[in-house]
């Protein structure tokens, strides 16, 4: 059965096979040449597919009734511009020569097109002066190609110079659309207006294409007649009665550059235009309504009946394809132009204007750090004064007042100063002790030698009592200082840092007024609306609005709107809501590509089961991305711990949304709390601020128990020992740092919770065994169960030893935003 195989002389080895495989080129069997490529599937870009009605209208649009100058330069600059897209544009001008001529012309301005394509391809990509090197490579294509086809057909001179002609204007058409394409690619990738020049090429491009519709009609409404009408309402819409007026005077223009102009169609468009513009303040509805009747007081005495009719059905389409047009459309043409809604007559002058606030804000800047410096250095020269100097001049005065006038003065203040001066030393000692003296306090030969003993011992305690005022008042003077001089600093720093931001909120100006009316339009009344866009781009806004009831129309209706809007997902730094019950306003604050979020949850309580509780949360959102989550227990229970707390906690809101650092805004905080009732109140403050871009954590702890910090099933604590606010005028503030990680979870509770618990561990550890078990509920879920725990331990909720509150905030990666 094998006897028969043959056994060739000669075999490739498969070493040396597989290395000729590799060094031949592999086969793709779905390669087609790149002519083709553009529109195979690989190539219907959405740019491929623009360049391509393009270039069907752009090669039907004629000149002064004969001309056809925009076939050859669109593709000229489409290949420039484009690149491999571009060649689609060769097609597309090839099919719409077809529509409009026949014969030798079509086959002359074809051979144009193909030879402009051929020598554009070769065209170096870093050639000089490509403004100058295209024109002139169109304008010989043109002349060479046209003549000698004319030479064949013994032609007239007519014709001669109608090619000249068409070569000079296709010449000049390649420079406007190469610049006119190239700023439209630009203006795609960066999303910046276009300039003065920019608009003016882009629109005699647009003049081409309205052009090339020709005499297309669908009954008696002309294609053309529809774009020019839409063309002047959208203007109308971006621009107001100017720029309506402009657009009307252009499109009447357009129909005469292909034939004959018609000044009496220049006019009605132009009025059209204008009465479009005025009715811009009302909306879109505002704009149509006054094209139509323009168009109609005009055409009434300009036209009969019969072109009358023709007028409204082409005013009522156009009318209508502008009511249906997305108003975000509208929106990015106004950009695109480099339009604002509101009108900037005298931009220059307030350019000026914010320049001079911003060095006044300057000014005031180092103005307060110079008092701060000043109130330093009066602390450092007058509030170390020692205290044997004080205590020389009481001596001084009491020897004035009593023994002035004694007989043994000399004795006593002169001969024998140092044993005098001991004596009293001691005295006042003694009052330092016991409160006061009296003449049985004096030494035996003080007794022998002073026969005034009850006057002096009168005159001394008097005289300390006072001392002793002056030096507390003096002390609380010099503590005031250094209060005031870092507050001045703080002041100081916040205004330095006012002219960055109020650059950042101007630049961002012109976005904030169509955020307004879009917000209006669906339901939304702001209150306050300010936006910043930083140096990267990115926009944060904050917004205040009356609370939507739980409604959460901050995550459903608000935050979409703002990322289409300003084209890029923004969202809250909590998918919670934070208005608490009584709120008048809700304030929101949305940040850019947010990769993470704080999931948050609260459950709280009063003592003894009383729906008062002497607790106070809040949470306040911080430029930057930065989350703030205070808790405050003030002293006692009932409603004034309440206040306490409550004022604790809105000051230091309100400190931090000001641009205040968290050491300075808790000192400023204690210093306004001691000095309303010295020792009469306080509350503690326990404080952390999340940055939820980076994840870190910045925790500072005033008088407050431990946080806790769960990752996974391993607990942590974060303690500090010091005093609350309000008790004494200076305290050290501590801050601590961690990094987060997404799945991390902080939990802050008030003593309440940990003095609930009656077991024989210590209360940290029996709240960190309680963490371990509950690690993978839901923030909400999680503070609703230690609360009913410690209520459990306590014996119930009404036998509650104090106000109980527990705050649970994990940081979770945030759902995408398109």
């Known amino acids: 059965m094998f006897e028969n195989i043959d056994i060739y002389p000669y075999r490739r080895t498969g070493k040396e096979q597989n290395k000729k495989r590799a060094e031949r080129p592999a086969k793709n069997p779905n390669k087609r040449p790149h002519f083709f490529k553009a529109g195979t599937g690989e190539g219907f870009t959405p740019v491929a597919l623009a360049i391509g009605a393009a270039g069907i209208l752009l090669g039907r649009a004629v000149l002064l009734g004969d001309l056809i100058p925009f076939a050859a330069s669109f593709v000229a600059a489409s290949i420039r511009v484009f690149g491999r897209n571009g060649i689609l544009s060769v097609p597309a001008v090839l099919l719409g020569l077809a529509t409009i001529s026949q014969g030798p012309a079509l086959a002359g301005t074809g051979l144009t097109v193909l030879g402009t394509w051929l020598l554009t391809s070769v065209v170096p990509g870093e050639v000089k002066r490509p403004w100058l090197v295209l024109p002139a490579l169109v304008f010989a294509v043109t002349v060479i190609v046209r003549t000698t086809l004319l030479a064949f057909f013994a032609a007239s001179t007519y014709l001669y110079f109608a090619v000249l002609f068409e070569a000079i204007f296709a010449a000049l058409l390649t420079g406007v659309m190469n610049y006119a394409l190239a700023a439209l690619k630009k203006k795609a990738g960066s999303g910046r207006p276009l300039t003065g020049e920019e608009i003016f090429c882009a629109a005699l491009l647009f003049g081409g294409l309205v052009s090339g519709t020709g005499d297309l009609k669908l009954g008696l409404v002309s294609v053309k007649g529809v774009l020019s009408g839409l063309t002047i309402l959208l203007a109308g819409m971006a621009g107001g009665a100017g720029a309506g007026a402009a657009a009307g005077a252009v499109v009447g223009i357009i129909p005469g550059l292909a034939y004959v102009v018609a000044p009496a169609v220049v006019g009605a468009y132009s009025f059209a235009g204008l009465l479009a513009g005025l009715g811009k303040s009302f909306g ?88 701060s410096r000043s109130f330093e250095q009066v602390s450092s020269t007058v509030g170390h004064t020692p205290q044997e100097q004080s205590l020389q001049k009481l001596l001084r005065l009491t020897g004035e007042k009593v023994c002035s006038d004694c007989t043994f003065h000399r004795t006593c203040w002169e001969r024998d100063f140092y044993k005098t001066y001991q004596g009293l030393v001691d005295l006042i000692a003694h009052i330092e002790i016991y409160g006061k003296i009296s003449p049985d306090n004096f030494s035996a030969e003080l007794k022998k030698r002073c026969s005034r003993t009850k006057e002096l011992a009168i005159t001394l305690n008097c005289l300390y009592e006072s001392y002793n005022l002056n030096r507390y008042w003096s002390q609380r003077l010099l503590e005031s200082r250094d209060i005031v001089s870092e507050q001045l600093k703080g002041i100081a720093g916040v205004m330095a840092s006012l002219p960055g931001e109020l650059e950042l909120d101007l630049d961002a100006g012109e976005i904030a007024p169509r955020m307004r009316r879009r917000l209006k339009e669906a339901g939304i009344q702001p209150e306050r609306l300010s936006v910043v866009t930083r140096e990267s781009g990115a926009s944060e806004v904050v917004l205040a609005h009356a609370p939507c009831g739980g409604m959460m129309k901050c995550a459903n209706v608000i935050g979409p709107l703002l990322s289409s809007l300003l084209e890029q997902p923004v969202n809250k730094a909590t998918p919670a809501c934070l208005a608490q019950e009584g709120d008048t306003v809700c304030t929101l604050r949305f940040y850019p590509d947010l990769r993470c979020r704080l999931a948050l949850g609260v459950a709280r309580s009063g003592k003894n089961g009383s729906l008062i509780s002497g607790d106070s949360y809040a949470f306040f959102n911080l430029k930057g991305g930065r989350l703030a989550l205070v808790l405050s227990d003030g002293m006692g229970v009932g409603p004034r711990a309440a206040l306490e707390s409550g004022i604790t906690i809105s000051l230091l809101g309100n400190l931090l949304e000001s641009g205040f650092g968290q050491d300075l805004a808790i000192k400023t905080v204690n210093s306004i709390l001691a000095l309303r009732s010295p020792g009469e109140s306080f509350a503690t403050v326990d404080l952390a601020v999340v940055n939820i871009y980076t994840g870190q954590a910045d925790f500072v702890k005033i008088g407050a128990v431990p946080t806790f910090v769960l990752r996974g099933r391993e607990v942590g604590m974060i303690k500090a020992s010091s005093l609350p606010v309000g008790i004494v005028e200076d305290i050290e503030v501590a801050s601590m740092s961690k990094k987060l990680q997404p799945g991390d979870v902080l939990v802050m509770v008030t003593d309440g919770v940990l003095d609930a618990y009656q077991g024989q561990e210590e209360r940290e550890d029996w709240l960190a065994g309680v963490l371990e078990d509950v690690a993978h509920m839901a923030p909400q879920q999680m503070a609703e169960l230690i609360l009913k725990l410690a209520h459990t331990s306590a014996g119930g909720t009404a036998r509650a030893p104090d106000d109980m509150t527990v705050l649970v905030a994990r940081l979770e990666t945030a759902p995408k935003r398109n």
Do not use: C
């Open 284 to 371: 879109k509805a505002g704009v149509a309504i006054g094209f139509v009747l323009g168009n109609i007081i005009l055409s009434v005495y300009l036209t009969d009946y019969t072109s009358l009719v023709t007028v409204l059905a082409e005013s009522g389409i156009a009318a209508l394809l502008f009511l249906l047009f997305p108003a975000t459309a509208i929106e990015k043409l106004q950009t695109t132009l480099g339009i604002s809604e509101q009108s900037r007559p005298h931009q220059q002058e307030g350019s000026q204007l914010k320049e001079m606030f911003k060095e006044r804000i300057k000014n005031w800047s180092r103005v307060f750090y110079e008092l």
